[in-house]
C-alpha cells in the first residue's frame, strides 16, 4: 500500500501512537485500496472512533455527532471506491452495530463496597459498564455469596443483584454449566454505570457526562443501528427492527454460501 501511495510509510509507523480518529481514517484508505486493487468478495470494516468517543463524552452530544458525521464521509470515501471500481452491480453495504450507548453522570464502585464488608480478595468485579459480573471462588461461595449479595443490595445506583437463577431469562448460562461465568450480575440505574475503581466513595459522580454500553439488551436505548443499501436491497424491504443474529445468515445468502449453525435466518431484503 505505501508503494503504490495508499498511504505513507509515516502512516503505519506511527500507527499504534496515533489518536483513533487518524486510525479510522488509515482503515478507510486501506480499504479503498483493497476495493480498487484486489476487487474483494467480502470486506468487514470496523471503525472504532464513534465507541471512543461515546465512551468519553456520552451518545446525543455534539462529540457524538462529530464522530458519526465522520464516520459518514469514511463511509462515502468506501462508496464512491465501489463504485469508481465498477462494482455497483454485485456490492451490498450493510453498516452494523453491536450496541447502542447510555449517558451516564455517575459510576458504582462495587469492590469498594464488597471491601467496607470485609470481602477484599474474596468476591470480585469484572464492570461492563451497565452490568458487573461478580465472581466467587466455587469453593467459596457458599460462605461469601450471601454476605455478598448482603453488600451490593441498596448501593446507589444498582438496580438490580441477579442471582443464577436469574440468568436463564437474560440468556446466560449459570457458573454450574460455564465454570466462565459469575455468580451474580449487577445491573444499573439509569444514569450509573459501574467502574473498576477500588478507592473512594462507593457512588462517585464522574466529572462529565459519559457514555457505557454493557446494560441489559431489553434496554431500546442499547438498540443499534442497521443500514443495507445496494445490490439485492428494496428500499422500505426491512422490518422497523432486526436482531443482529440474522446479519451473518444475509451476508451468507448474499454470497450464496451456507451457513449452517446459524441461529438466525436471512433478512428480507426485497
Ligand atoms: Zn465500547
Redesign the pocket.
Known amino acids: 500500500m505505501i508503494r503504490k501511495g495508499a498511504v505513507a510509510a509515516a502512516d503505519v509507523t506511527d500507527f499504534t501512537k496515533a489518536n483513533i480518529l487518524f486510525r479510522d481514517q488509515i482503515w478507510t484508505k486501506a480499504a479503498v485500496h483493497l476495493i480498487r486493487e484486489h476487487r474483494p468478495n467480502l470486506m468487514l470494516l470496523h471503525f472504532l472512533s464513534l465507541?471512543?468517543v461515546?465512551?468519553q463524552f456520552g451518545p446525543r452530544t455534539l462529540a457524538g455527532t462529530s464522530a458519526m458525521a465522520f464516520l459518514d464521509s469514511c463511509v462515502e470515501k468506501v462508496v464512491a471506491a465501489v463504485h469508481e471500481a465498477g462494482m455497483d452491480e454485485r456490492t451490498t453495504f450493510l453498516v452494523v452495530s453491536d450496541?447502542g450507548f447510555k449517558g451516564y453522570t455517575k459510576e458504582i464502585r462495587a469492590t469498594v463496597a464488597l471491601a467496607s464488608a470485609g470481602l477484599a480478595g474474596k468476591v470480585y468485579v469484572l464492570p461492563e459498564?451497565g452490568t458487573a459480573m461478580v465472581y466467587i471462588d466455587q469453593t467459596q461461595a457458599a460462605e461469601f455469596l450471601p454476605k455478598a449479595v448482603q453488600a451490593l443490595q441498596g448501593v446507589e445506583g444498582i438496580d438490580k443483584v441477579v442471582g443464577a437463577d436469574g440468568f436463564a431469562a437474560l440468556g446466560l448460562p449459570t457458573p454450574a454449566r460455564d465454570p466462565q461465568m459469575s455468580q451474580l450480575l449487577l445491573t444499573a440505574k439509569d444514569g450509573y454505570s459501574f467502574s473498576g475503581a477500588t478507592g473512594g466513595p462507593v457512588t462517585a459522580a464522574v466529572p462529565q457526562q459519559r457514555g457505557?454500553?454493557g446494560y441489559l439488551a431489553s434496554d431500546p436505548e442499547l438498540d443499534a443501528l442497521f443500514i443495507a443499501s445496494g445490490f439485492g436491497v428494496r428500499s422500505g424491504a426491512l422490518p422497523a427492527k432486526i436482531s443482529n443474529l440474522d446479519v451473518a445468515p444475509t451476508i451468507a445468502k448474499l454470497l450464496g454460501v451456507p451457513l449452517p449453525s446459524a441461529k438466525g435466518k436471512p433478512l428480507p431484503l426485497q
Request: glycine share 12%; net charge negative.
Open positions: 465507541d471512543s461515546h465512551h450496541h459498564g457505557s454500553h
